[in-house]
C-alpha cells in the first residue's frame, strides 16, 4: 500500500521558518505530480503548491508566493516545503498529495499523508 508520511511541522514565531519533507513509499510516485494543501481549523482544504514530477515546474498559492518554495528528490521520492517569513495565517495542518494526472493544481490526488500540523504564533 502506498503511503505519504510528512514530517517536519511544529511551533515556531511569526517570521520564522520550517521545512516539510513528505516521503512516499513507493518508486512509481516519482512520475506524479506532487505537492501540498493545508486545512485551517474552521476552513476548507486550500492549494498551497505542487510541482512536477520532474522537478522542472513549480506552482503557488497567490498566499504563499515569494516566502514558500517546493522541491523534490525523485532518489528518495520526498518532496519538501521551505516555508519562511511565516505569519500566523499558515497556521493549519499541512497535506501532502500525489497526482498521477500531473495536474499543476492536484486537482485529482490519488494519494494523501496524514497531514502534519503547523502552528505559527503572533
Known amino acids: 500500500q502506498v503511503q505519504l508520511v510528512e514530517s517536519g511541522g511544529g511551533l515556531v514565531q511569526a517570521g520564522g521558518s520550517l521545512r516539510l519533507s513528505c516521503a512516499a513509499s513507493?518508486?512509481?510516485?516519482?512520475?506524479?505530480?506532487m505537492g501540498w494543501f493545508r486545512q485551517a481549523p474552521g476552513k476548507d482544504r486550500e492549494f498551497v503548491a505542487s510541482?512536477?514530477?520532474?522537478?522542472?515546474?513549480?506552482y503557488y498559492a497567490d498566499s504563499v508566493k515569494g516566502r514558500f518554495t517546493i522541491s523534490r528528490d525523485n532518489a528518495k521520492v520526498t518532496v519538501y516545503l521551505q516555508m519562511n517569513s511565516l505569519k500566523p495565517e499558515d497556521t493549519a495542518v499541512y497535506y501532502c498529495?500525489?497526482?498521477?494526472?500531473?495536474?499543476?493544481?492536484?486537482?485529482?490526488?490519488?494519494?494523501w499523508g496524514q497531514g502534519t500540523q503547523v502552528t505559527v504564533s503572533s
Open positions: 510541482v512536477s514530477w520532474s522537478g522542472g515546474s513549480q
Open positions: 513507493a518508486r512509481t510516485l516519482s512520475s506524479y505530480a
Open positions: 498529495a500525489a497526482d498521477q494526472s500531473g495536474s499543476k493544481w492536484l486537482s485529482s490526488p490519488g494519494y
